[in-house]
Nanobody
Framework: QVQLVESGGGLVQAGGSLRLACAASGRSFSRYIMGWFRQAPGKEREFVAAISWSGSSSYYSDSAKGRFTISRDNGKNTVYLQMNTLKPEDTAVYYC??????????????????WGQGTQVTVSS
């Protein structure tokens, strides 16, 4: 069992930056691929980024590529999402998730086993 708690959301102006963090409890954090998803009002939850078990590989959605960076610290059981050059269309609730899938990358929402409660990111124009 893994419990995930996100933090770091907030209100930022367009062009600004935010760093989200997701702290995991439980054992064997390094055995999980970690991902970030987001859900805007009235829209489906969508994949943003994923990072492999050791952190050596990462994968991004087209909208995140070049602006967002996912990283993890297995010693601290934490995964991060650095978001730069934010746009109003990035406004959403951001969720971290963990999967025990052995394939790479894992981008499908149903493939993730554990989810955090989400943190709101609002980007003003």
């Amino acid at each position: 069992q893994v419990q995930l708690v996100e933090s770091g959301g907030g209100l930022v102006q367009a062009g600004g930056s935010l760093r989200l963090a997701c702290a995991a409890s439980g054992r064997s954090f390094s055995r999980y691929i970690m991902g970030w998803f987001r859900q805007a009002p009235g829209k489906e939850r969508e994949f943003v980024a994923a990072i492999s078990w050791s952190g050596s590989s990462s994968y991004y959605s087209d909208s995140a590529k070049g602006r967002f960076t996912i990283s993890r610290d297995n010693g601290k059981n934490t995964v991060y999402l650095q978001m730069n050059t934010l746009k109003p269309e990035d406004t959403a609730v951001y969720y971290c998730a963990a999967t025990s899938q052995m394939a790479w990358p894992v981008v499908g929402r149903p493939d993730y086993d554990y989810w955090g409660q989400g943190t709101q990111v609002t980007v003003s124009s």
